[in-house]
């Protein structure tokens, strides 16, 4: 985090999309412009777009609501830490899992290394998403731990809708969607041993206002590594400018509550309201399974948190492991 202060000084200066004269900002940071001008360079290197102008300065292509410490804990029920540039929030979890209480969540405005379900990279943009993580001690063990994403899941649409937005869909397991293209993923990971509580980490990244975006939902893209139609919370709400902080405190304290009623209950109560949520069901789907693919009618989620399908053969259900769901095309 040292090592970025000077970066993090000067995107907080920026913040505003007003102009900075490298000058300036070399004199308030207490460095040479030339300096300055390394750190922009840097900060570029995060996904952020910074405009120089002649006589003029630096300036973002737009302002920039930064997360704020103090506001966060202020409006969460749970601890929280942001720390605004991390290697993966996930990770930074685990690493500290034994020292932890149920509900702790680490916060983020960069992931230098974010990662996906399959191992796959999460792109992280610095200020532009949001990322975090939250701890929880399950004392049920792994086993009780089966369709914790899908929880996770409609837990994060129900905060949305709190705050006004629509039309965000669920995608088994462990996707939320916004016209057929993805705004967010889910990543839950555990340790532990058989017959003993297990640790799980569950992580969230959803894009609030990606730039550069494919409208078209047919198309795939690739930007900065991302290969697949994605969306953004901007669009499902129709403006620019989101409350990132409020939108983090929302998410964090309906999780908290989720998770606390998936310890009392399971999956009771859950299956009706994913499936109200879900994306696919009532359409054609292909399920890929390794070198397997079915075909069928999506029809939702049983109570063990698997994805059921009309088949030739009729009512099917499938779960766990290297299971994708996609439209059939």
Same mark, same amino acid.
């Given at each position: 985090?040292?090592?970025?202060?000077?970066?993090?000084?000067?995107?907080?200066?920026?913040?505003?999309?007003?102009?900075?004269?490298? *000058?300036?900002?070399?004199?308030?940071?207490?460095?040479?412009?030339?300096?300055?001008?390394?750190?922009?360079?840097?900060?570029?290197?995060?996904?952020?777009?910074?405009?120089?102008?002649?006589?003029?300065?630096?300036?973002?292509?737009?302002?920039?609501?930064?997360?704020?410490?103090?506001?966060?804990?202020?409006?969460?029920?749970?601890?929280?830490?942001?720390?605004?540039?991390?290697?993966?929030?996930?990770?930074?979890?685990?690493?500290?899992?034994?020292?932890?209480?149920?509900?702790?969540?680490?916060?983020?405005?960069?992931? *230098?290394? !974010?990662?996906?379900?399959? !191992?796959?990279?999460?792109?992280?943009?610095?200020?532009?998403?949001?990322?975090?993580?939250?701890?929880?001690?399950?004392?049920?063990? $792994?086993?009780?731990?089966?369709?914790?994403?899908?929880?996770?899941?409609?837990?994060?649409?129900?905060?949305?809708?709190?705050?006004?937005?629509?039309?965000?869909?669920?995608?088994?397991?462990?996707?939320?969607?916004?016209?057929?293209?993805?705004?967010?993923?889910?990543?839950?990971?555990?340790?532990?041993?058989?017959?003993?509580?297990?640790?799980?980490?569950?992580?969230?990244?959803?894009?609030? $206002? $990606?730039?550069?975006?494919?409208?078209?939902?047919?198309?795939?893209?690739?930007?900065?590594?991302?290969?697949?139609?994605?969306?953004?919370?901007?669009?499902?709400?129709?403006?620019?400018?989101?409350?990132?902080?409020?939108?983090?405190?929302?998410?964090?304290?309906?999780?908290?509550?989720?998770?606390?009623?998936?310890?009392?209950?399971?999956?009771? !109560?859950?299956?009706?309201?994913?499936?109200?949520?879900?994306?696919?069901?009532?359409? *054609?789907?292909?399920?890929?399974?390794?070198?397997?693919?079915?075909?069928?009618?999506?029809? !939702?989620?049983?109570?063990?948190?698997?994805?059921?399908?009309?088949?030739?053969?009729?009512? *099917?259900?499938?779960?766990?492991?290297?299971?994708?769901?996609?439209?059939?095309?």
């Amino acid at each position: 985090m040292k090592e970025h202060s000077a970066k993090l000084s000067i995107l907080k200066y920026l913040s505003d999309g007003e102009f900075h004269s490298g *000058e300036d900002l070399g004199e308030r940071l207490g460095i040479s412009r030339a300096a300055v001008s390394k750190h922009i360079k840097g900060i570029q290197s995060w996904g952020v777009d910074v405009f120089s102008v002649q006589r003029k300065g630096y300036r973002l292509a737009a302002p920039m609501q930064l997360l704020d410490q103090q506001q966060l804990s202020e409006l969460v029920s749970v601890p929280v830490e942001l720390i605004s540039v991390i290697d993966s929030t996930n990770q930074y979890l685990l690493d500290r899992a034994d020292s932890l209480s149920s509900g702790q969540v680490c916060i983020a405005e960069y992931q *230098e290394k !974010g990662r996906g379900r399959r !191992g796959r990279e999460w792109v992280s943009p610095f200020g532009s998403n949001l990322y975090m993580s939250m701890y929880w001690r399950l004392d049920a063990g $792994m086993a009780a731990a089966m369709g914790l994403s899908l929880v996770v899941g409609v837990a994060i649409v129900e905060a949305l809708e709190k705050m006004g937005v629509e039309g965000i869909k669920l995608k088994w397991p462990n996707d939320l969607y916004f016209e057929d293209r993805k705004l967010a993923g889910i990543l839950v990971e555990m340790s532990g041993q058989a017959g003993a509580a297990a640790n799980l980490v569950i992580g969230m990244g959803m894009n609030l $206002m $990606m730039q550069n975006n494919q409208q078209a939902p047919s198309n795939n893209i690739t930007l900065q590594g991302i290969t697949q139609p994605w969306a953004s919370l901007s669009e499902a709400i129709g403006a620019d400018v989101i409350d990132r902080n409020k939108l983090a405190a929302t998410l964090i304290n309906t999780l908290d509550s989720a998770l606390r009623e998936y310890e009392d209950c399971g999956m009771t !109560g859950f299956v009706s309201r994913w499936n109200r949520l879900d994306n696919f069901i009532g359409r *054609e789907v292909r399920l890929i399974m390794g070198n397997k693919e079915i075909k069928g009618i999506a029809q !939702g989620i049983n109570e063990q948190g698997a994805v059921l399908i009309k088949t030739s053969q009729g009512l *099917e259900s499938y779960i766990g492991g290297e299971i994708s769901l996609r439209p059939s095309v």
